[in-house]
């Protein structure tokens, strides 16, 4: 996935609108052993292996860890 983003980037537009509207995605890749967090921006890319719990979210949010809830 790492290198397809380093030799074509993400692109597309994100509505039909005729104004461009450029989004950059966050992917969760994960499977029964491991978790990864993967912040993209065109051609670029950082990943974070995720341990215990985190969330992400939309444009301009980051990911961070998800404090713990009251039982």
Not at 14 to 20: S, T
Not at 31 to 54: K, M, N, V
Request: hydrophobic share 35%.
């Amino acid at each position: 996935m790492t290198a397809l983003l380093e030799r074509y980037g993400q692109g597309g537009s994100c509505k039909e609108e005729p104004v461009p509207f450029v989004y950059h995605n966050t992917f969760l890749l994960a499977d029964r052993s491991e978790a990864w967090l993967l912040e993209t921006a065109g051609r670029f890319w950082a990943a974070q292996r995720i341990r215990g719990e985190r969330g992400a979210g939309g444009p301009g949010a980051r990911a961070r860890r998800v404090p713990e809830r009251p039982e």
